[in-house]
């Protein structure tokens, strides 16, 4: 495949500072090599900080629907290269064609969209009594992204970033850098100045934490593993920079007594298993009433028999994430939980593919009831009544999202606000680009999307009269 040998700073592919060599990006589909990046260091960062931060007072002070028309621009370059972009997210992070087209770049074209428009609408004034408020850029933000939405994770921050008048460094995750090299391609088509964005691809604890650490940094945006999250925020606090963390989840989905069990059983399974559960806010723990126990744990093998590896589920993006997830089946089993369907044997000869699995029996103590797995591994509680299925569905130290199915829309919406998450969906409610996202508890800290999530790269500014 296609990949630039330098890094793009300043509005231009320069060749790497150091010699760090270079990153090999394996489809995880064939466990084939199919490019090489380079791998940045701290003197890569430095630079496209510097270019950032030189671009930084011109971005800042365009108006608005100037800023908006750029990003309307870069949305239109990524909807005219989407057969590309969605081949090369299929080739590197391994999700069948049909979800990249239709998730990985459509969903990243409507957030995309909707920032062109909130730039253009949104009110950086404010008037409080006597004063006016004036809602200004923050700086320099350094993103940090994950490789489980390539493009979207890029897309949630960059694009309110330029909507607020901030420049960006982007480091993207070292399994997914030619989507990362696509979306610098797509800013400098839309004609963006240069500087304002930026990427160094380089592996976490060399060039992402050079980013995170570097003093001309304003703003950290990290998405990723709870782990990395928490050093990130130390070093945030440490240097009094903002940081915006999107972390991991356990997300429940909490089929109440009335629900209709079929509709509710069969949209929980297809959120565990799209992406091979490799999705932040998945519904991984599925909560039904002890009546109707039996029931769902029938429903939900059955419609996981239609999720095939190699077909309609891909294989997790490396040999460590397989390793890792078929761990966590493993300890399932070994802890009391029941296989209903899958198991931690391998399903292909060749890809980092795990079998989408699902457990019964599993009880809220389990390990695989209370950690990530990131995986295609769906676990199903039974609950006694409404406060233990409450219990349960707040009984861990996440809380990023969530679902809840009822007969009735306000029974539903009734438990919702008693849960502790930050999206909830009712019964099977859409996608909401405008809608914010993050989490309560160890989920993270800050939002994104919508205008909630253009608030996080903004900071105030009073005049008394
Ligand atoms: P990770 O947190 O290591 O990687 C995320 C990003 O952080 C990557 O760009 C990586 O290069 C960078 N990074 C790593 N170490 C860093 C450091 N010391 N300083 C600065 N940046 C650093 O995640 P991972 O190892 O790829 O995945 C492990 C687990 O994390 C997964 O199994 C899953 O549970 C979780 N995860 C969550 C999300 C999410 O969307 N919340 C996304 C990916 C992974």
Redesign the pocket.
């Known amino acids: 495949m296609k990949a630039h040998d330098g890094m793009y700073i300043g509005g231009a592919w320069v060749p790497p500072a150091g010699d760090a060599g270079t990153i090999a990006v394996v489809n995880p589909a064939d466990e084939e090599i199919i490019a090489h990046v380079p791998a940045g260091t701290a003197q890569d960062v430095d630079a496209a900080v510097r270019a950032a931060r030189a671009a930084l007072p011109g971005w800042a002070a365009t108006a608005p629907a100037e800023r908006a028309a750029a990003i309307a621009a870069l949305r239109d370059v990524l909807a005219a290269r989407s057969d590309e972009i969605a081949e090369t997210v299929t080739a590197e992070l391994g999700a069948p064609l049909a979800l990249s087209r239709k998730v990985h770049v459509g969903m990243p074209i409507v957030v995309a969209g909707s920032y062109a428009e909130l730039a253009a609408t949104y009110s950086f004034e404010e008037k409080a009594g006597n004063s006016t408020i004036l809602l200004e850029p923050v700086g320099v933000v350094g993103a ?6 390539p493009l979207h ?1 890029v897309v949630a921050k960059v694009a309110p970033a330029l909507a607020a008048g901030c420049t960006v460094v982007l ?5 997914t850098p030619l989507t990362a090299q696509l979306f610098a391609e797509a800013a400098h088509e839309a004609g963006l100045p240069a500087g304002v964005f930026n990427l160094v691809t ?4 060399v ?3 050079a ?2 650490e570097h003093e001309g940094v304003d703003l950290v945006s ?8 928490r ?2 925020g130390a070093l945030a606090g440490g240097a009094v920079k903002r940081v915006a963390l ?4 356990k997300s429940a989905n909490v089929i109440l007594e009335s629900a209709d069990l079929a509709k509710a059983v069969g949209v929980g399974v297809a959120n565990v298993m799209s992406n091979s559960g ?3 806010s998945a519904w991984t723990r599925m909560l039904v009433h002890r009546d109707r126990y039996d029931e769902a744990v029938s429903l939900a093998a059955q419609a996981v028999a239609a999720y095939v590896p190699g077909e309609r589920v891909g294989p997790l ?1 490396n040999a ?2 397989q390793e ?1 997830v078929r761990g966590y089946i493993e300890q399932g089993v070994a802890e009391g939980a029941r296989i209903v369907a899958g198991g931690p044997e391998v399903p292909l000869d060749k890809g980092y593919y795990v079998r989408p699995t699902v457990f019964a029996d599993v009880t809220p103590g389990m390990t695989i009831a209370q950690e ?3 995986g295609p591994v769906l676990s199903i509680l039974r609950y006694e009544d409404e406060d233990d299925a409450l219990r349960i569905a707040n009984g861990t130290v996440y809380g ?1 999202a969530g679902a809840v199915w009822a007969g009735d829309e306000a029974e539903a919406v009734a438990f919702a606000r008693r849960m502790d998450t930050g999206q909830v969906d009712i019964n099977g409610g859409r996608f909401n680009p405008l809608a914010p996202f993050g989490g309560y508890k160890q989920s993270g800290v800050g939002r994104e999307l919508g205008e909630h999530g253009l608030a996080e790269y903004l900071q105030t500014k009073s005049l008394q009269f």
């Open positions: 940090i992204t994950p490789w489980n939405y994770q480091k993207p995750a070292e399994d380089g592996l976490g604890p060039a992402g934490q980013l995170a990290f998405t990723g593993s709870t782990a990395v999250g050093k990130i999107e972390l991991g989840g490799q999705t932040c993006v460590k994430q890792r990530e797995i990131f990023l």
